[in-house]
Each structure stands twice: as structure tokens, then as C-alpha cells.
DNA sequence: CACCGTAGTACCTTTCGGAAACTAATAAGC
DNA sequence: GCTTATTAGTTTCCGAAAGGTACTACGGTG
């Protein structure tokens, strides 16, 4: 576990700065399209499933908890059958989708920028 | 290898669109810390790694060359004595800060709406 | 020739991630 | 009453990838 205590200012470059574990849950794959997914309202398990295509559900059950856990969504259970659980943002996490959703549209808005990443992969 | 087919338009949550590598690619905690920490110039090896808290070189070397492949840095060596090597921004890698200097401005901004992280740490 | 700085690599351990099978709770159908 | 279906995961297994530490290569300097 490493130390999280970083006094003076906030520093994402600090390894020892909060900042730098909430920038490590952000800027990922699954949390940034498991947000994105969510903006519109609340979706269940099986539609996020559905949603990212390719994730599998102990990934995105990992996911989906790491960001409870940080207050970004809400994961609520309704006991009805079967069973069914509904994901929402927080505050917080609606307001972090903002810089998200702009890396999103960044990378389709410049893909065709970007090497064939079948030749990229060739490469390595 | 994963397929990297997608016809019809670009989708993120699409596994099989070369957007999803990309994303993979720039939603990373080192490819956002490096491409910022190439913002306001070119940096040799040793600076990146003294300024990326916490990086081994192993890890630095392979983000940096994901990010050369991909056509976001270029890396230019000087064979003076003692070698020499200069990492800096294409025009697209300077184009990637924005979004992600962004999300990393956000981070900090916000990061005091966080729960404190040794106690989500601890709940684990 | 030992030593320095720079930019990595080699080796090894640990963790992550994916696929598939399995669980729990309950209800509907036969 | 037994089987099947649904939803939301968990478990297990295993290969891939990440990560840390120590070492190498290179050429000059003292």
C-alpha cells in the first residue's frame, strides 16, 4: 500500500498524492467508457455489459466497485425478482464525465490521425 | 490480436474500432502524465523519469515507445557523449494534451470532493 | 584501468485480465 | 416437485502484462 499523504499543494505528478490514485482510476479504459455509459441515466449491470463491448463481468464488477468506492456512482439494489441493480453517477462522477467524455470524443474525432494499428501491432 | 475492423463509424464502445485501442492507449495514468509532462518542450530520458514520480525505467521506456509507435512523440537521439536522447510532441501528441491536460486539471481540482484514500484502502 | 553518466535491458515476481463454469434467489411452466 | 429461466454476479484457471531491482553498453575522464 503505498503512502497517500501528500501535504503542500495537490499534484497529480506526486506519486505520493491522492491525486495521482484518482488520476490512476480515471484515466483507465473501463472507467472512462463505465461513466460515459452511465450519463445518460442509470443503467443495470447487464446493460453496461452489453454497453462495453468486450469487458468481462468480473472486469467490470471490478470497475464498477472501484468506483463506487471513490464516490463516483451509486449502485443500488432493488430486490425484486430476479434480482436487479441499478448503477447511477453521483454528483462527483456526472461532473468528472465532462473531461472524459472529451478524451472520448478526441480519439473518434482524430482517429484517422492515428497509424494503422494493425501495422502497429505487426511492429511489435 | 484483436481484431481491428470496425467499418461504418468510429465508436469507443466498440471493441473491435481501432478508437479502442487508442482510448486504451491515452486513458493510462503514465501516457497522461508523460504527453503533459512533453507540454512545454522536448525532455531527455532522465528528466521524464525524475518528473513521473514513481516510474521504473522499464515501464517509462515501454510508454514511451507505445506513445512513438502510435505517432503521438517523436524520440530523437544525440549521439554526443554520453548518449543523448530527446522525447518531444508530434502535432498530434500536441493536439492529445488538451483533453488530457484537462482531465489531469480536473483531478486536481476536485480531489478534495474524494473520500480520503487511505480509508478507501483500508475498506478493501 | 576504474569510474562516471545516460539510457536503457534482463531477470524475476506479482498482479491483471479473459473465458468459462458455477452460485443464489425466486418464479413460472409442466 | 422438478426443471428451466433470469439477473447479477463469483470462482477457478491460466496466460499475459505490469512492475521492481539489478545489471549492461557505451564512450570519455581522471
Same mark, same amino acid.
Given at each position: 500500500?503505498?503512502?497517500?499523504?501528500? @501535504?503542500? +499543494?495537490?499534484?497529480?505528478? @506526486?506519486?505520493?498524492?491522492?491525486?495521482?490514485?484518482?488520476? =490512476?482510476?480515471?484515466?483507465? &479504459?473501463?472507467?472512462?467508457?463505465? $461513466? !460515459?455509459?452511465?450519463?445518460?441515466?442509470?443503467?443495470?449491470?447487464?446493460? $453496461?455489459?452489453?454497453?462495453? =463491448? !468486450?469487458?468481462?463481468? &468480473?472486469?467490470?464488477?471490478?470497475?464498477?466497485? &472501484?468506483?463506487?468506492? +471513490?464516490?463516483?456512482? =451509486?449502485?443500488?439494489?432493488?430486490?425484486?425478482?430476479?434480482?436487479?441493480?441499478?448503477?447511477?453517477?453521483?454528483? $462527483?462522477?456526472? =461532473?468528472?464525465?465532462?473531461?472524459?467524455?472529451?478524451?472520448?470524443?478526441?480519439?473518434?474525432?482524430?482517429?484517422?490521425?492515428?497509424?494503422?494499428?494493425?501495422?502497429?501491432?505487426?511492429?511489435?
Amino acid at each position: 500500500m503505498p503512502t497517500t499523504s501528500c @501535504d503542500r +499543494q495537490h499534484d497529480v505528478y @506526486d506519486a505520493s498524492c491522492p491525486c495521482r490514485q484518482v488520476l =490512476d482510476l480515471l484515466a483507465n &479504459k473501463w472507467s472512462a467508457l463505465a $461513466l !460515459g455509459a452511465l450519463e445518460d441515466g442509470p443503467r443495470r449491470f447487464g446493460a $453496461l455489459r452489453d454497453r462495453l =463491448d !468486450g469487458v468481462s463481468p &468480473k472486469v467490470l464488477t471490478a470497475t464498477l466497485r &472501484k468506483l463506487e468506492d +471513490q464516490g463516483l456512482i =451509486d449502485r443500488t439494489v432493488f430486490p425484486s425478482v430476479p434480482l436487479h441493480v441499478e448503477y447511477s453517477l453521483t454528483p $462527483l462522477g456526472a =461532473d468528472a464525465c465532462a473531461p472524459l467524455a472529451a478524451l472520448r470524443q478526441w480519439v473518434v474525432a482524430n482517429i484517422d490521425r492515428f497509424p494503422d494499428q494493425a501495422a502497429v501491432a505487426r511492429a511489435s
